[in-house]
């Protein structure tokens, strides 16, 4: 069992930056590959990204890249999310999520349905 608590969410003017974070606690964070996905009102659940266990590889949804990084430190079990250049559009509830892959280590996953645990969510919210 994971226990995932996101932080750092909130309100933010377009341009601007956000860092998330999400602890986890109750197993061995550094079997988890992590994840963030994100949710706007009347849409449905986004892959936002991702990041493997041991942190060498890591992927983003085209509308992000070159704007948010994805990292892990292991030691802290925390995954965060650095949001730069944010834009009106990325509002949204923010969710962290763990997959068990302790048989891989530079797995990625982009389906929601490949988590096993999810985080309450934190929302971000960017003005224009």
């Known amino acids: 069992q994971v226990q995932l608590v996101e932080s750092g969410g909130g309100l933010v003017q377009a341009g601007g930056s956000l860092r998330l974070s999400c602890a986890a606690s109750g197993s061995t964070f550094s079997s988890y590959a992590m994840g963030w996905f994100r949710q706007a009102p009347g849409k449905e659940r986004e892959f936002v990204a991702t990041?493997?266990?041991?942190?060498?590889?890591?992927l983003y949804v085209d509308s992000v890249k070159e704007r948010f990084t994805i990292s892990r430190d292991n030691a802290k079990n925390t995954v965060y999310l650095q949001m730069d250049f944010l834009k009106p559009e990325d509002t949204a509830v923010y969710y962290c999520a763990a997959k068990d892959d302790r048989w891989f280590s530079r797995g990625l996953y982009v389906r929601g349905y490949d988590y096993d645990y999810w985080g309450q969510g934190t929302q971000v919210t960017v003005s224009a």
């Open positions: 990041i493997s266990r041991t942190a060498d590889n890591s």
